[in-house]
């Protein structure tokens, strides 16, 4: 007689979820086996018990008082899915939040990080005005100058940030009307 | 007709489509509200507010998803937002509890000391077991759906459907 019929078979096979030969296999072996035969027959049992387990009865009527109450609603449009845009704006969103709340710590970091990343930057710069016979020494004092007149300077820069803004605001526009009209 | 092209249907009009989606999904919905819910008036409007908001969004239904587990999970979420309002848990024995009057003959022929026993061992299982076995046997849901459902893999979906069982045979048996 072959081996006897694993428990997680008996299990796939109350599912109906053995291939046939397996199923077959399973059947005939339970016609010799008196042990296997009670123990399907308790798979068997256990499964129509479980069926059997009350809270699933649709109460009566239920799918007209459904369709009763649907009747006056209207299926929305789709949302769209978050873009790139969007995923972008939450991503700076985020880490401006985790800056602002771990500020302490961070900025002695950022600093360090900014100095020596600009340190490389500012000696290849020092090299290249030297390479093109200009004296960086002049560049330093224009920096100098700029930071000096700061508060003439202001309204540029604030000309500059709107200009900027207006320009961000109508791509984002304009991808919208692009994405209803298509 | 398949489910995606029923949904189809009605964001072209037709939308007395819509009731075929009832009428297959009504027994799925209302199990997953009366299993959540204590009050059985209370998971009706559940299961209907359930459909009402799945017929809303119905446009924002993807098809590479099952409508099943798409509806499953609204429900899931409307149930929360009714407890989150009633403030009412149930514990699943109240939920099991309900008898069918009419019952259907393989039912009758269950014993009551029998099947109120299984009720508590059922009741006694760990929510990680339960969960996919009643989904099962009571929602009527298939294997792929109750992962899809649970955001498991069918392997675990089936082991813990497996493990249940054995756990409760082995119970009944003692």
Known sequence: MKRCIDAREFSRYIDGMLDRKSMEGLEAHCRDCERCARELDSWKKLKEMLDGVPGAAVPEGFREKVMSRIAGEKILPARPAAGPRQILAAAILFLAALYSMFRPLLRPLLSDVLSHLAKPLSVMMYNFLSAMGIDPALLIRFLGNVMANLQELFPFFIAGTIAMSAVFALLVLGERTARQSG | ?174
Request: charged share 35%; with cysteine; proline share 5%.
């Open chain 2, 1 to 174: 007709m398949q489910d995606y092209e029923i949904v189809r249907l009605c964001l072209q009009g037709r939308t007395e489509y819509f009731e075929k989606l009832v009428e297959r999904y009504q027994k799925l919905v209302y199990s997953l509200a009366r299993t959540s819910l204590k009050d059985p008036q209370l998971a009706e409007d559940a299961a209907q507010e359930a459909f009402a908001k799945a017929y809303r969004h119905l446009a924002s239904y993807n098809p590479e998803y099952r409508f099943s587990t798409w509806i499953a999970r609204i429900t899931a979420n409307t149930c929360t937002d009714f407890m989150r309002k009633r403030r009412e848990f149930c514990p699943i024995e109240d939920a099991l509890e309900v008898s069918d009057p009419e019952g259907s003959p393989e039912r009758q022929v269950i014993g009551r000391e029998t099947k109120k026993r299984l009720e508590t061992l059922i009741e006694g299982l760990d929510p990680k077991y339960r969960q996919p076995l009643m989904l099962y046997h009571v929602s009527g849901m298939r294997y792929e759906e109750i992962a899809e459902y649970l955001k498991v893999p069918m392997s675990i979906v089936k082991n813990r459907i497996y493990r249940a069982r054995k756990m409760l045979k082995r119970a009944m048996e003692d």
